[in-house]
């Protein structure tokens, strides 16, 4: 543990000399345990957890213990809601009934959330509730011509961060998506070499991979490509079909390879996104990328993280 948990020390030795309020050290322990539980450092947050447990004061007593609230809405409304637990093992499926579903307690932790709906892609988004959260999320569904065939659908809602900490609204928001299963293949990019080989010859053997020249299977994903060429396909196939697809940004390919629904389709890969940034993405050292593309779905939809309203103590109260 780091700074003023670095070594489990009790919180009044923590402070030395200094003389503080009761109410205050109560409010300074609990910045300190949430601190910890945003790290993932379990043994640090048992040991506030005790400690400011033993200041008895009254406006913790709840949020010790950790208790969260979720509220549901889906639109269209009347969607069937199921929620698991992740991480526990033979954790029950809850049957949440119809939306909208009205705030319930949890336990603190990361949930998959499926709504479904006839004639609807079904939608499979990822909640992290953190201790004494109250969380609203809201989920738009779509049907699958809006989808795409070969796309899986994501959710709007923050980029998860690492570590099981809680959410905040510092975190990068990414709204509906459409993402390709599958990464553009050797066939596909051909079509779009030969095309541009008709308006610029010198263009297309500029964006012929080096890879080109092996026996690749016609459905393999094309890699060795460069960033240029990977956004001036996406351009060309946009004109074809009429679908303004484009490379997806760094934090929605993220979002993308976290997501319980593209079921790793994405983890361990090493494809062009665009960069949050307005540079050009600089290709890692040795990496033969290759890439996938992603449409935008009509925005809507997130979650809401209602602020943690702490009570005042009550020499605060007389003060005032």
Avoid at 116 to 131: E, I, M, Q, Y
Wanted: charged content about 20%; glycine content about 8%; some cysteine.
């Amino acid at each position: 543990m780091d700074g003023l948990n670095s070594d489990n020390m009790p919180f009044t030795t923590l402070l030395g000399d200094h003389e503080i309020p009761a109410a205050r050290q109560a409010d300074l322990l609990w910045e300190l345990l949430l601190e910890s539980e945003a790290q993932g450092d379990e043994e640090g947050a048992a040991h506030y957890v005790a400690q400011l447990a033993a200041q008895n004061d009254e406006r913790y007593v709840d949020l010790l213990e950790g208790t969260a609230t979720l509220e549901i809405y889906s639109d269209p409304v009347g969607a069937d809601a199921t929620l698991k637990r992740l991480g526990v093992k033979d954790a029950p499926l809850l049957q949440l009934g119809p939306t909208p579903v009205h705030p319930f307690d949890l336990e603190p932790g990361d949930y998959l959330l499926e709504i479904k709906a006839s004639g609807f892609v079904t939608a499979c988004r990822h909640v992290r509730l953190g201790r004494a959260a109250d969380l609203q999320v809201l989920v738009c569904l779509f049907t699958p011509q809006m989808l795409g065939a070969d796309h899986f659908y994501l959710p709007a809602g923050r980029l998860p961060l690492p570590g099981g900490a809680p959410e905040s609204d510092e975190q990068v928001f990414v709204d509906n998506l459409a993402v390709a299963r599958q990464p553009v293949t050797v066939c596909e990019f051909l079509r779009f070499l030969d095309d541009l080989a008709d308006e610029d010859p010198e263009r297309a053997m500029l964006y012929t991979p080096p890879t080109m020249g092996a026996a690749l299977a016609p459905s393999a994903p094309v890699t060795a490509i460069s960033y240029d060429a990977a956004v001036d396909f996406t351009s060309w196939l946009a004109r074809r079909t009429g679908v303004a697809c484009r490379l997806p940004n760094e934090a929605e390919w993220q979002k993308a390879a976290l997501a319980p629904v593209s079921k790793g389709l994405l983890q361990g890969k090493h494809e062009w996104a665009t960069p949050m940034s307005a540079k050009t993405p600089s290709k890692p050292r040795g990496e033969a990328l290759g890439f996938r593309l992603v449409h935008d779905l009509p925005p809507g939809g997130g979650e809401r993280l209602l602020e943690l309203q702490i009570p005042e103590s009550l020499d605060a109260q007389v003060a005032a």
